[in-house]
């Protein structure tokens, strides 16, 4: 408590003068700084220009956690920073900045730039259309989202740069908006997104003033873009703390009407299970470092919804594929309009989604053809997810994992084996009554052979 009036007090004392925290105090170590993002700064101070390591990494590497990419800002322009560089490349129409390229590496490096000045253009809601002014240092430190984002990182001096006390907040782990939280909101509602993403990721907390309009503004997210919607929702289900990200979504009344895809799954009777289990799968992946494919986070999420309208368009009597291609498309349909999931990640949902049937047929013809298929390795993880759901034989899902991770001449023999185990074939057979169809069926992989 005397902690935040000594901050407060000091804020306002300093007005305009950021502190600068020496290494003793932030302890972040240089080895633990990309030295690609260390050559782009020297580089540039060398030139005579500011430059700094920026936001997420900073934030994360005075909280203990691995940045994920290191950014540079810099008081140079596009076209003054490119000329410094062998491999450099300016990208972006509304909002231009210069990858400079090592190796694998991009360190994004953007000018400061002013956001929120008089005379920047917005829609009805106060939603920024534009932010390419450029500014000072101190401008772009007030531009940005939270106080623990708007840190600058001096690979020389091993200072940190810090005008809104961020170097505090994060210790404290308090998410705390810098300006007006309601303008801030409305100028971009996936602040509101973010702010959840960040007290999850540092398992803390937001502050009071930032939290409080969100609950009242969150339906403002329906004016944003939806590619960034989906940029953002991304990043949410895969910071490795997607779990806690929903709870905490749910608390803050941010779950409902925000977006069909977190209705599903949220609110989604029955479909809670597999969900969790999706989230904690996904969080148990990034924080072990393994790298989560789009597509078959998006195909477990929605899987439930697929899943429902499928059991009913079956109960309908239609063949097993054609009434998993109408489930798949009515779902599709509604996410992809506000979400716009890529149609590269749509393509492999379905693919997924469409061998789940196929899983069912064993006979060594459709087995050998199913292993063939690009998508099959992910579709048999599936399987597995929807065992754990206990929505399939746990035995089963396993025979198929064995089979993913068996040599040809092992597989030839499960399936031997398995072809003198009648009661197991027996098992595969689906409840439901079945057609058989002695024509070969088309293998187009959308509608799979006599899995009806
Ligand atoms: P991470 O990459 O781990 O998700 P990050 O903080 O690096 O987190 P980015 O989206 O990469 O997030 O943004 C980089 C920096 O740009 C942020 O740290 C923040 O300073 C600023 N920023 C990003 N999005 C916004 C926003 N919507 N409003 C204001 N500033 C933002
Ligand atoms: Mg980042």
């Not at 490119?82 to 909002?95: D, H, N």
């Not at 693919?351 to 064993?362: S, T």
């Amino acid at each position: 408590m005397l902690k935040q009036i000594v901050d407060r007090v000091d804020r306002i004392l300093r007005r305009g003068k950021p502190r600068r925290i020496p290494a003793s105090e932030h302890g972040i170590d240089r080895r633990n700084v990309s030295r690609h993002a260390i050559k782009v700064c020297e580089v540039l101070q060398q030139h005579g220009f500011q430059a700094y390591v920026v936001g997420g990494a900073v934030r994360d590497l005075i909280a203990g956690v691995e940045p994920k990419d290191f950014d540079v800002a810099t008081d140079a322009t596009p076209e003054q920073v490119k000329p410094l560089f062998r491999r450099a490349r300016i990208i972006g129409r509304r909002f231009r900045l210069v990858h400079v390229v090592f190796g694998a590496e991009v360190i994004e490096t953007s000018t400061f730039r002013a956001a929120g000045s008089s005379g920047q253009s917005t829609d009805a809601h106060g939603r920024l259309l534009q932010d390419n002014v450029f500014g000072s240092l101190q401008d772009d430190a007030a531009r940005r989202d939270f106080t623990l984002n708007a840190l600058y990182y001096d690979p020389h001096t091993e200072e940190v740069i810090d005008y809104h006390h961020g170097v505090a907040d994060l210790k404290q782990r308090t998410v705390r908006i810098i300006g007006d939280p309601q303008v801030r909101y409305r100028e971009d509602p996936v602040r509101m997104l973010r702010a959840v993403r960040f007290a999850a990721k540092l398992n803390g907390t937001i502050e009071p003033a930032t939290r409080e309009p969100i609950a009242a503004l969150a339906s403002l997210i329906e004016n944003v873009p939806a590619s960034r919607l989906f940029d953002e929702m991304l990043k949410l289900l895969t910071c490795g703390h997607a779990m806690d990200c929903v709870r905490r979504l749910r608390q803050h009344g941010l779950h409902h009407g925000l977006l069909p895809l977190l209705d599903v799954i949220l609110e989604q009777p029955g479909g809670e299970r597999f969900v969790e289990l999706t989230l904690e799968r996904t969080d148990a992946r990034v924080r072990s470092g393994k790298s989560i494919s789009p597509a078959f986070l998006f195909a477990s999420l929605l899987w439930q919804q697929v899943n429902q309208r499928w059991q009913t368009i079956l109960a309908q009597g239609q063949p097993a594929i054609p009434a998993l291609a109408e489930a798949v498309d009515s779902v599709l349909a509604e996410q992809t309009d506000k979400l716009a999931i890529q149609k590269r990640f749509v393509t492999d949902m379905r693919d997924i989604w469409f061998m789940q049937p196929r899983f069912e047929k064993r006979s060594p013809r459709f087995v050998w053809r199913l292993l063939e298929q690009p998508r099959f390795r992910a579709a048999c993880d599936f399987l597995q997810l929807r065992a754990a759901a206990g929505e399939v034989d746990s035995v089963f899902a396993q025979w198929w994992m064995d089979l993913a991770d068996a040599s040809d001449a092992e597989r030839a023999h499960m399936l031997d084996d398995l072809s003198r185990q009648p009661e197991a074939a027996a098992a595969d057979a689906p409840k439901r009554r079945r057609r058989r169809r002695r024509k070969p069926a088309p293998t187009d992989g959308q509608a799979p052979a006599g899995a009806a």
